[in-house]
């Protein structure tokens, strides 16, 4: 297989991994996560949601 192939298949298997959020769940169950700071992610979370609903909204308007 061409070299570059693997490059670019491992570029997009990368992004892909970023853009669901595998590695950052993975490193979260790494530690405990007392409850509160489990609740405050979740606020966090919905609230980055909320935004690129929005933004997307606004976006196919114009």
Do not use: C, N, Y
């Not at 570059?4 to 769940?25: H, N, P, Y």
Request: a positive charge.
């Amino acid at each position: 297989m061409d070299e570059r192939g693997v490059e670019s298949a491992l570029r997009t298997f990368k992004r892909l991994m970023l853009r669901d959020g595998i590695l950052q769940e993975l490193k979260r169950k790494q530690s405990h996560e007392k409850p509160g700071e489990r609740k405050r992610r979740k606020v966090r979370e919905a609230a980055r949601r909320r935004r690129r609903l929005l933004a997307r909204a606004l976006r196919r308007k114009t």
